[in-house]
C-alpha cells in the first residue's frame, strides 16, 4: 500500500501490518487478522474497549512482542527478534521508536526520576553534556523539577506517568506509540502533552496513540482507527467520521446506553467510557422521546 503526497510521489508506508495474528494464550486472541499501515508523520488515534488488542497493537510496533502469523515491517525492513538483536538496525529502531506503556510502573525502574530521564541517552553513548542538557529539558517540559531527585516508586500515578512520558520524548524518537498517555494526567500536564503531539506532526514525526479520552482524537490525529471487540479493524476515518458516529462508538463499546428518569419522562442516552463527560440529548416530550413513568 502506498499514498500519494504531491503529484507523482508515492510514499511507502513507514509501518506496515498485514494479516496479523497475536494471541497470549491459545485461543484468546488478541489481534485476529489485523492490517494497518501508518505513513511518515501521520497522527493516528487508535480507540477500542478493554481488551480489544490497542496495547498489543502498540508492543507489535514498537518490536517488544511479534506476530505468530503474518509480517510486520518498518522503514522498509522486515522486523522479527534476529533483526532487533543485530546493530547497527537493531539500536537505530530502538532509538527512532519510543513507547510509552499504559502502566507506567511497567516502564520505570531506575534509582531517581533524573537518572530514569538520563537512562536512554546514556544507552546511546551521547557526551556527558548534552545528556544533562536533554535530562533538563525534559525536567522542564513537564515541570518536574522538584521530582528530580525522588525513587519513581515514590511518586504519584500522575507524576509516575510524567516521569515516563520524560523518558521517552528525551530520545527524540521518529516514532511515538502513546498508550493511553493521558490517563491520570492533571489538565495542565495533560495539555501539554497533547501541545507535545501536535508539535510532532510539525517535526515530521509519526504519532499512535492508543487512548478512551474522545476529547483529544480530534486534537491529537488525523487518522482514527477503531478496534472491534473481536480483535479487528471495525472502521477508519478522520476524527469527525468517527466521532460523529454514534452507531459505530455503540457497537465498538466506546459509549453505552444509560436509561434514567428525567422529570415525568424515563428515556435513553449515550454515555461516554472512562474518564470522558458524557452527551445526550433530552426529548420534549415528543413521540418516542421517552416514556412515562
Do not use: C
Given at each position: 500500500m502506498t499514498r500519494t503526497a504531491n503529484v507523482g510521489e508515492?510514499?511507502?508506508?513507514?509501518?506496515?501490518?498485514?494479516?496479523?495474528?497475536?494471541?497470549?494464550?491459545?485461543?484468546?486472541?488478541?489481534?485476529?487478522?489485523?492490517?494497518?499501515s501508518v505513513f511518515p508523520g501521520e497522527r493516528v488515534a487508535v480507540l477500542g474497549a478493554n481488551g480489544c488488542g490497542k496495547s498489543t497493537l502498540l508492543k507489535l510496533l514498537a518490536g517488544l512482542i511479534f506476530p505468530r502469523q503474518g509480517s510486520y515491517r518498518a522503514f522498509g525492513r522486515k522486523i522479527d527478534e534476529r533483526l532487533l538483536s543485530r546493530d547497527p538496525f537493531g539500536i537505530f529502531f530502538r532509538k527512532d521508536v519510543g513507547i510509552l506503556f499504559q502502566n507506567s510502573d511497567a516502564q520505570l525502574f531506575n534509582p531517581t526520576v533524573e537518572d530514569e530521564i538520563a537512562f536512554g541517552?546514556?544507552?546511546?553513548?551521547?557526551?556527558?553534556?548534552?545528556?544533562?542538557?536533554?535530562?533538563?529539558?525534559?525536567?522542564?517540559?513537564?515541570?518536574?523539577?522538584?521530582?528530580?531527585?525522588?525513587?519513581?516508586?515514590?511518586?504519584?500515578?500522575?507524576?509516575?506517568?510524567?516521569?515516563?512520558?520524560?523518558?521517552?520524548l528525551v530520545m527524540d524518537?521518529?516514532?511515538?506509540?502513546?498508550?493511553?498517555?493521558?490517563?491520570?494526567?492533571?489538565?495542565?500536564?495533560?495539555?501539554?502533552?497533547?501541545?507535545?503531539?501536535?508539535?510532532?506532526?510539525?517535526?515530521?514525526k509519526t504519532v499512535v496513540t492508543a487512548t478512551h479520552d474522545l476529547h483529544i482524537v480530534s486534537e491529537i490525529a488525523r487518522r482514527v482507527v477503531v478496534f472491534g471487540e473481536d480483535?479487528?479493524?471495525?472502521?477508519?476515518?478522520?476524527?469527525?467520521?468517527?466521532?460523529?458516529?454514534?452507531?459505530?462508538?455503540?457497537?465498538?463499546?466506546?459509549?453505552?446506553?444509560?436509561?434514567?428518569?428525567?422529570?415525568?419522562?424515563?428515556?435513553?442516552?449515550?454515555?461516554?467510557?472512562?474518564?470522558?463527560?458524557?452527551?445526550?440529548?433530552?426529548?420534549?416530550?415528543?413521540?418516542?422521546?421517552?416514556?412515562?413513568?
Open positions: 508515492a510514499v511507502a508506508p513507514l509501518l506496515e501490518l498485514t494479516d496479523i495474528h497475536y494471541a497470549y494464550r491459545e485461543g484468546i486472541p488478541a489481534l485476529s487478522g489485523l492490517s494497518l541517552p546514556l544507552q546511546m553513548n551521547d557526551p556527558a553534556a548534552e545528556v544533562r542538557s536533554k535530562v533538563q529539558r525534559a525536567i522542564e517540559a513537564f515541570g518536574i523539577g522538584p521530582l528530580a531527585s525522588r525513587a519513581p516508586y515514590e511518586l504519584s500515578g500522575g507524576e509516575k506517568k510524567k516521569v515516563a512520558i520524560a523518558s521517552v524518537p521518529q516514532v511515538l506509540l502513546l498508550d493511553e498517555p493521558t490517563a491520570g494526567l492533571d489538565p495542565r500536564s495533560s495539555r501539554a502533552l497533547v501541545d507535545t503531539i501536535v508539535e510532532a506532526e510539525k517535526k515530521g480483535n479487528r479493524i471495525l472502521a477508519s476515518g478522520t476524527p469527525e467520521e468517527i466521532l460523529t458516529n454514534r452507531s459505530l462508538l455503540l457497537a465498538a463499546n466506546l459509549v453505552h446506553l444509560h436509561r434514567h428518569a428525567h422529570d415525568d419522562y424515563w428515556h435513553v442516552h449515550e454515555h461516554e467510557h472512562h474518564e470522558i463527560v458524557h452527551f445526550h440529548e433530552h426529548p420534549d416530550e415528543s413521540p418516542g422521546g421517552g416514556s412515562k413513568r
